[in-house]
Structures are given as structure tokens and as C-alpha cells.
């Protein structure tokens, strides 16, 4: 029978809460983990239907740059990797082509030396002082909500500058997926916290949090069989990755409360981001864009909605997602609305009959990350006068309660399955007494 006393409880099966499970408990420590879900893997979810042999990404799907931690962790999982090459086109004035060179990306770069020398602002502001070009504007606009699933109204321009060298450091222009399923991630780490002794409980939704140095009882809203009444654990230490939307919402009640924590979360914001992926008989685009795009990777249409789509290239998988990240996908309606809205832009930008692709398609996938309990949003990103808070939610309260998760990641990585990995891994070494 499993003891419900234990050294480490560590709330959530995510990414960052695995990393730490699997340190933890391969060093020695004795580690539960509680997860809300039926699954593990957090924002990781990853579909293997019934006669595709392909995996269908609803959450993480690409590896960006050459993250060596997350590189080491993927081949110890047998993930094999593709890298993802091939041409961006674009649809303008009513023609698909070779995406033109844009100074939309030129704008990034600039963000490091106009914010030291003017501080921080929001995106759109910079852009109102800059002044460049509409079209660029515009690109580097879409760019920004798209990427980070934010708010340009809101982001703030000195977390845009980290994160754009921090994306240089790891060659973030190169990317990849897992050939398989990201899923394989999850379930490796999760082998390595049960060899090693540790335990995963699942459908384990934690309700209350009640701390004091050295001590921590947590309740969860199921059931103990034993006695009928909510299950209770407890241990010295604890790490949440409850991601940001969960904090911000209160949804877990702490006794006493984590003001210093809780503050610093409730100035940043999680993303809105909508993913729908469909699944078509055959890949029909192919037949129907121009000799230098047939190795099409992204598809942008800057005045449409969705804006941005890719397929699986360099694979001919008859799929295509279709992304809107940012304000927009606050507004694109009921996922039928969305799915209608995105085969009747597909038949525009591909010169086919109005609802001709109706028939095309063999299935469509989605899940709402903004309505989802568990989640209550995308990833996380810093509003302008935030870039310190997610450093802020590294710092232990009294050495019992580590957070952990995407948005407390101080790399400049925000919103990255690495970027998740680093805080977990960084949040064990402090429950270890390590250097963080």
C-alpha cells in the first residue's frame, strides 16, 4: 500500500514536475507526484489514432534549437528526431509564393539597444517609436502574437530581447520533432522516477496547501478509498508546477497564502493560443503551389485568420495545422466556427471550389488549453514591468515550497518544453541544498 508520507511531493506530471520527480528520486529521495489528469505529460499531449501511423501533436510539437538538456533527454528516450527544413511560402494579393525577405525580423534584433535605452514598453509601443515600414510592422506583429501566443498591447520589449538571445544561443532559428510522438519524452521520465522508486498518482487534482517550515499537507479533491474522504499527503518539501493560469486563478488553496509568489505571477499572463489540426486524404497542396514552394514547411496569409498554418516537411503526412496565437484566438468562436473558418481560408489560398475541401478531409483534432482546468491558458510570457517575476518564483519560500514550471524559467526561455525541463531540473538541485 502506498504511504501517503514521503520526503518530496511534487504537484503536477508535466514536463518541469518529472524532471524534478526523476532527480529527486534517483538521488535518494523519497518522491510522489500528483497529477490532476488521467495522463501525464502536462502540455505535452500526443495522439496515436487508430489507422494513422503518424502522431497527432495538440500541445508541444517542435523542438526549437539545440537545447542540450532537452538533446540528451530525447536520445536516452529513443526519440529520434527530423529536422524540419524546406521553404516558407506566402499568401499575397491573391498569389502563393516564396515568402519574401522581410525587416519584420531585422525589428527583433534592434529590441537589446532600444530597450536599454529606453527602458521597457510594450511591443506595440516600440513599434509606434520605431516607426518602420506597415508591412514590416505588421509581420513582426503577427510574429510576436503568434510565437509567444501574447498580446502585443501587453508583451514587454526587454523579456522579447532575452528571449531573442537566448534563442540565438541554443541556434533557435533550427528546429525539429520527434518522429514518434513527444510523448516519448513524458514517458521516459516517468520510467525514471518509478525505477528509482518514486510514485505517480494520477486523477489526483490537488485542492489545499498547507505549509509551514519543514512541513507540508496537501488535500486532493479525490477520493481516498479508505476512508471515503479527499486524500491527504504530506511531506518536509514540495514543488508546484502548477502552470501560471492555474496560480493566477486561485484554483489551489494555500494556507497560509504565497504572497511573494502569487504577486509575481498575477503581473504576468498566460497566452491565449488556438491549434486545430486536420487530417486530409491526401496532401492536395501539393498539386496546387508553384516548382519553389513544393517543399512548403510554414504557410503565412497576414491578412486572414488563421494567418499561420505548416505542414509535416519533410514527411508527406497529409496534414496540416493550422495556429492562431494572441488576441485573435481569444475571438475565433466555437471549434466548428474555427474548423469552418480554416477550410473556407484553405480553399482561398489554395485557388479551390468553396467547400471543396469538405470532403477532403478525413478528421480534425483540437483541445481548448484556455477552458482546460489544468491549464487555464497557453504558455506564459512577461508584460511589460514582469521580465523579474518569473525569477521571483524561483526563490523557495522558508526551503518547503519550490515552484517550478515554464513561466518560472529564468534562461529566457518562456514557453519551451526546455524551458520547462530547466526549472524543473533547476528546482530539484534546490530541494537538494545545490547551486540553482
Not at 508520507?5 to 524532471?19: K, N, R, Y
Not at 530525447?74 to 498569389?95: E, V
Not at 477552458?371 to 518569473?390: E, M
Request: glycine share 8%; aromatic share 8%.
Amino acid at each position: 500500500m502506498l504511504s501517503r508520507e514521503t520526503d518530496i511531493l511534487i504537484i503536477g506530471a508535466g514536463i518541469a514536475g518529472l524532471a524534478a520527480a526523476a532527480e529527486l528520486a534517483s538521488s535518494g529521495r523519497r518522491v510522489i507526484v500528483l497529477e490532476a489528469r488521467d495522463r501525464i505529460g502536462g502540455r505535452i499531449l500526443t495522439l496515436h489514432p487508430d489507422g494513422t501511423d503518424f502522431p497527432i501533436e495538440l500541445g508541444a510539437e517542435f523542438v526549437h534549437g539545440r537545447p542540450p538538456e532537452l538533446l540528451r533527454l530525447l536520445q536516452d528516450a529513443n526519440a529520434p528526431l527530423q529536422s524540419i527544413g524546406g521553404t516558407d511560402a506566402c499568401f499575397r494579393d491573391g498569389t502563393l509564393s516564396a515568402c519574401p525577405e522581410s525587416k519584420a525580423f531585422e525589428l527583433l534584433d534592434e529590441l537589446a539597444d532600444f530597450a536599454h535605452l529606453q527602458g521597457d514598453m510594450t511591443f506595440d509601443d516600440f513599434l509606434a517609436e520605431r516607426r518602420p515600414d506597415p508591412e514590416a510592422a505588421e509581420k513582426a506583429r503577427s510574429f510576436v502574437e503568434g510565437f509567444n501566443a501574447a498580446d502585443a498591447r501587453e508583451i514587454g520589449i526587454i523579456a522579447l530581447a532575452r528571449q531573442q538571445q537566448a534563442e540565438e544561443e541554443i541556434d533557435g532559428d533550427q528546429s525539429a520533432r520527434s518522429i514518434h510522438g513527444y510523448d516519448l519524452l513524458p514517458q521516459h521520465l516517468a520510467r525514471r522516477v518509478e525505477q528509482a522508486g518514486g510514485s505517480i498518482l494520477l486523477r489526483s487534482p490537488v485542492a489545499s496547501i498547507k505549509w509551514k517550515l519543514g512541513s507540508v499537507t496537501v488535500q486532493t479533491a479525490s477520493t481516498d478509498p479508505s476512508s471515503d474522504r479527499p486524500a491527504s499527503f504530506s511531506a518536509s518539501k514540495a514543488i508546484l508546477t502548477l502552470p501560471l493560469g492555474v496560480l493566477k486563478a486561485r484554483s489551489v488553496v494555500f494556507q497560509p497564502e504565497p504572497s511573494r509568489i502569487l504577486m509575481a505571477a498575477d503581473l504576468m499572463q498566460p497566452g491565449s493560443a488556438r491549434r486545430l489540426v486536420l487530417l486530409f486524404r491526401t496532401a492536395f497542396w501539393k498539386a496546387k503551389v508553384p516548382p519553389e514552394i513544393e517543399d512548403m514547411r510554414f504557410l503565412f496569409a497576414h491578412a486572414m485568420t488563421p494567418a499561420t498554418y505548416w505542414t509535416q516537411h519533410p514527411s508527406d503526412t497529409p496534414m496540416l495545422v493550422a495556429w492562431v496565437g494572441g488576441p485573435k484566438a481569444d475571438a475565433m468562436g466555437t471549434p466548428d466556427q474555427f474548423l469552418a473558418q480554416t477550410l473556407r481560408g484553405l480553399e482561398r489560398i489554395f485557388s479551390l471550389a468553396p467547400h471543396s475541401l469538405d470532403a477532403e478531409l478525413r478528421n480534425w483534432y483540437m483541445h481548448d488549453w484556455q477552458s482546460d482546468p489544468y491549464t487555464l491558458g497557453a504558455y506564459s510570457y512577461a508584460p511589460i514591468g514582469a521580465f523579474d517575476c518569473s525569477e521571483a518564483m524561483t526563490l523557495p519560500l522558508s526551503k518547503t515550497l519550490f515552484f517550478a514550471g515554464e513561466h518560472t524559467d529564468i534562461t529566457g526561455h518562456w514557453g519551451t518544453v526546455h524551458g520547462a525541463l530547466r526549472s524543473g531540473l533547476r528546482a530539484a538541485r534546490q530541494v537538494m541544498g545545490k547551486s540553482s
